[in-house]
């Protein structure tokens, strides 16, 4: 009985279709090299016994994204074949450059025609700035890199950078969780060398989701680059905790609060706060949420105004209530129902109790037609001197996406640059290959 069950199972075994093998595909090569700051180029070469009919590249980085941060492309020059060697190239002047220190990871995923499948284990690469010799100094959560001045030019600025990060603290809160990189280039032309579509007068680039600052200071600007530091110290953690996919936090409150994270606020600014209240001509914080006005003047006192706001909120209210302001924006609330829930009043009654403070005139509610704020991708910062109000051509314009950028006046620039103080966010930077990787977005410094 065993033998003729034996046989049966045998002869089954024999009438059914051979299974067939998966190829094996053999990585002969699998690379990546990085030209910084311009792109990124990925190598492969595989072999298979069947033909390889399909290569596709996924690529991320390190970044801190909103949704899918994964992009997945085929090289152009891919060719069927036993053999095959392809190559591709991530443009970064056409999706926005990357700070220095980024880590870039990727994977291979190859099939051939006999079914056979394979993915490559995950590579990083870290994308440096070559052209430097960097010095490095560190002192938790800071990592200082830079390569003119001495080392007590960098020690000066860590100083201010340590200090900044506990203003932040004091008046908000937030304790930060992670590290920052901190790049000081020795002058602005350096600075721009190193990142893509910066305007020519930009003197700092803040990366909150990378947690990347890229600063121009000469050792003979240490004054302008302790509060260009702190500044953007600022965007990068405030930018990393309230980081959201609605992106609901007000212009007045992250600038701000960076402003405020600087120290004592520039003469210029309070002469400039002073003169709106005696003369009545405030702008409603209304005004104040998206983006600040086009016109240098009022740009201006926008960054004033911002300030004493949040100076305003955290001397009357304690950072207790700012960090839960910041709890609301975090979890996508509106501004008005942020500080609702908050404060007990709306941008309306902020505006009235803040006024009340600093004995201004109750607001008419209107803003000058030529006030209105500028939906651009590089809403400004106020520069260290106060403009004039008809210096049209002031640094402190906002610039459209296809704007020339405008050059500062002899009198906002201070050493031959322009001003510390003017900041943007631009909205998200690019989408690579086929649209499957949206960039997170720069905090955009420029001075």
């Given at each position: 009985m065993k033998t003729l069950l034996f046989a049966v199972l045998s002869g089954m075994l024999a009438l059914s279709p051979a299974r067939v093998r998966p190829a094996q595909i053999d990585i002969a090569r699998n690379e990546a090299e990085a030209s910084f700051p311009n792109a990124i180029t990925f190598y492969l070469t595989a072999s298979s016994p069947a033909s390889i009919e399909s290569v596709e590249l996924e690529f991320g980085t390190d970044a801190t994204a909103c949704g899918e941060s994964t992009a997945r492309v085929v090289p152009d020059d891919f060719v069927p074949g036993t053999t095959v060697a392809t190559e591709w190239t991530w443009d970064l002047r056409r999706t926005g450059a990357l700070p220095p220190g980024t880590e870039v990871w990727w994977r291979w995923i190859v099939q051939d025609s006999a079914g056979g499948e394979l993915t490559t284990p995950d590579q990083s690469i870290v994308v440096e700035d070559t052209q430097r010799s960097w010095r490095n100094t560190a002192s938790d959560p800071i990592d200082l890199?830079?390569?003119?001045?001495?080392?007590?030019?960098?020690?000066?600025?860590?100083?201010?950078?340590?200090?900044?990060?506990?203003?932040?603290?004091?008046?908000?809160?937030?304790?930060?969780?992670?590290?920052?990189?901190?790049?000081?280039?020795?002058?602005?032309?350096?600075?721009?060398?190193?990142?893509?579509?910066?305007?020519?007068?930009?003197?700092?680039?803040?990366?909150?989701?990378?947690?990347?600052?890229?600063?121009?200071?000469?050792?003979?600007?240490?004054?302008?680059?302790?509060?260009?530091?702190?500044?953007?110290?600022?965007?990068?953690?405030?930018?990393?905790?309230?980081?959201?996919?609605?992106?609901?936090?007000?212009?007045?409150?992250?600038?701000?609060?960076?402003?405020?994270?600087?120290?004592?606020?520039?003469?210029?600014?309070?002469?400039?706060?002073?003169?709106?209240?005696?003369?009545?001509?405030?702008?409603?914080?209304?005004s104040l949420s998206q983006g600040f006005s086009n016109d240098p003047y009022l740009s201006y006192l926008a960054y004033a105004q911002s300030y004493s706001l949040v100076d305003f909120l955290v001397g009357e209210y304690g950072p207790e209530r700012m960090i839960a302001l910041l709890d609301q924006f975090r979890q996508g609330s509106t501004e008005d129902q942020a500080l609702q829930r908050v404060y007990?009043?709306?941008?309306?009654?902020?505006?009235?109790?803040?006024?009340?403070?600093?004995?201004?005139?109750?607001?008419?509610?209107?803003v000058p037609a030529e006030g209105k704020p500028t939906p651009t991708p590089y809403p400004t910062f106020a520069p260290l001197g106060a403009p004039n109000a008809g210096a049209a051509t002031s640094v402190v314009s906002a610039l459209t996406a296809a704007a020339t950028p405008i050059p500062a006046t002899d009198e906002t620039k201070p050493s031959g640059k322009a001003p510390p103080g003017l900041c943007a966010a631009p909205a998200a930077i690019g989408v690579v290959g086929l649209g499957l990787m949206l960039l997170p977005r720069a905090q955009r410094r420029a001075g």
């Open positions: 890199y830079w390569y003119t001045g001495d080392n007590r030019f960098a020690d000066t600025l860590m100083g201010a950078a340590q200090a900044a990060l506990v203003t932040i603290r004091e008046a908000t809160g937030v304790e930060y969780d992670g590290d920052i990189r901190l790049y000081v280039y020795g002058d602005s032309t350096e600075m721009q060398s190193a990142t893509l579509f910066a305007p020519d007068w930009s003197g700092g680039l803040a990366f909150p989701e990378h947690s990347a600052v890229l600063a121009a200071i000469a050792p003979n600007e240490l004054a302008w680059g302790q509060r260009a530091v702190a500044h953007e110290l600022t965007h990068v953690v405030l930018g990393q905790y309230t980081f959201s996919c609605l992106d609901s936090t007000p212009t007045w409150v992250t600038e701000g609060l960076a402003m405020y994270a600087e120290g004592e606020p520039e003469e210029g600014l309070l002469s400039s706060l002073e003169e709106a209240v005696q003369e009545g001509t405030l702008l409603p914080v209304r007990a009043f709306d941008r309306d009654g902020l505006d009235a109790a803040w006024r009340t403070s600093i004995g201004a005139a109750e607001s008419q509610g209107a």
